[in-house]
Structure formats: structure tokens, C-alpha cells
Nanobody, 118 residues
Framework: QVQLVESGGGLVQPGGSLRLSCAAS????????MGWYRQETGKQRELVAI???????NYADSVKGRFTISRDNAKNTVYLQMNSLKSEDTAVYYC????????????WGQGTQVTVSS
């Protein structure tokens, strides 16, 4: 029922920018916190940024000051603006609907590849 579709990934040079989008359907989007996660090859998935239903945000230390998470409830979409990209940012990026109850499923998007390389 709940579907999350990421887009906007691609190849970018170090220092460049990219904006990821995650379009949600089948959910009352505005009621949920949304997160962006990433998984580098050979590493564990990690939280990048999260935005709650009230618009409050938190970021991983590694991206703070460079990335901005935002949401447009009218469009059921959460964004991740990535600036000053580094090679270390190369990963598959996933969006997630954060569960509000212990029984709720963790809904993930399919992921979008971001590659930062010269």
C-alpha cells in the first residue's frame, strides 16, 4: 500500500550539488516523520537526515551544514538537497517513512544511486 519512490540520483563531481526527491503514496504523509538514509558499498546503512511532522530536522554529523532535508506535504514529497558533495557521500540513498507505532512496518523506497567522482 505505502510506496516511496526516490529520484534525483546520479553522477556528480566533488563540490557539486544534487537534490533527491522521495514521492510517497498510500499514506497520510503529513503525519509521519521521514528519513533519508544511505548505504555505501560494503558498509551498514546509516541515517543521513530526518524531518518530523512538524518540520523539525536532525542530521548526521558528516552531512550537517551541507545537506538540507525538507518536505512538501501538499506534494507528499520529501527532499534532500546535497551541496559540497564529497567522494565519501557516494552511496545508495533511501527514504523511509518512520513508524509512529511499534507495530507499523518500516517502509523504504527502492533507493537511488549517488556517485561523487571526478
Amino acid at each position: 500500500q505505502v510506496q516511496l519512490v526516490e529520484s534525483g540520483g546520479g553522477l556528480v563531481q566533488p563540490g557539486g550539488s544534487l537534490r533527491l526527491s522521495c514521492a510517497a503514496s498510500g499514506t497520510i504523509f503529513s503525519r509521519y516523520a521521514m528519513g533519508w538514509y544511505r548505504q555505501e558499498t560494503g558498509k551498514q546503512r546509516e541515517l543521513v537526515a530526518i524531518i518530523d511532522s512538524g518540520g523539525n530536522t536532525n542530521y548526521a554529523d558528516s552531512v550537517k551544514g551541507r545537506f538540507t532535508i525538507s518536505r512538501d506535504n501538499a506534494k507528499n514529497t520529501v527532499y534532500l538537497q546535497m551541496n559540497s558533495l564529497k567522494s565519501e557521500d557516494t552511496a545508495v540513498y533511501y527514504c523511509k517513512q518512520e513508524p509512529r507505532r511499534d507495530w507499523e512496518f518500516d517502509y523504504w523506497g527502492q533507493g537511488t544511486q549517488v556517485t561523487v567522482s571526478s
